[in-house]
């Protein structure tokens, strides 16, 4: 599995109306407990459409046992009826190679992981594959799809 991963990236912003330290715990709530420390999060201070201030965090994961350890830990927490959509609409979520999802930042907070469109913690998983239906396959494998 890890020669088929070739890395994992996490994106999420904190708006002015968030707390920062909540929404980076939330994040952190994704990771596999014994890999917190090995991933570190970037920090970029943007500006909203009003001027209002946005934080952007950023992080990438490279290394194969990190990687896999995450992608375990999203399939064991993630419900089933999210693993469904997720194998009925897979082409959807897949492009050139990478796997798109969006997880909820209220929920992580909250220890739970569900998908989510809005303002969520954006998870890209590029496949060393880019056929649909290898990156399916290796979907199953993980435990992201039933």
């Known amino acids: 599995m890890k020669k088929k991963i070739s890395c994992v990236d996490l994106s ?3 708006h002015a109306t968030e707390d920062s330290d909540k929404v980076l715990t939330a994040a952190k709530n994704i990771l596999p407990s014994n890999y917190v420390e090995n991933v570190s999060f970037s920090k970029s201070n943007l500006k909203g459409e009003y001027g209002n201030p946005i934080v952007l965090f950023r992080a990438q994961i490279r290394e194969p046992e990190v990687a ?3 992608l ?3 399939s064991l927490n993630l419900p089933l009826i999210d693993k469904e959509d997720l194998n009925q609409y897979l082409n959807l979520y897949v492009d050139r ?3 798109y999802i969006r997880l ?3 929920e992580a907070f909250k220890g739970r992981l569900k998908f989510s ?3 969520p913690i954006r998870i890209r998983i590029r496949f060393r594959a880019s056929k649909i239906e290898e ?3 290796i979907c199953r494998t993980i435990g992201l799809l039933p």
């Open 135 to 137: 990156i399916r396959e």
């Open 72 to 74: 375990h830990n999203i």
């Open 97 to 99: 190679g990478s796997l």
């Open 104 to 106: 909820s930042k209220q």
């Open 68 to 70: 896999e350890s995450l």
């Open 117 to 119: 469109q809005a303002d």
């Open 12 to 14: 999420f912003f904190a």
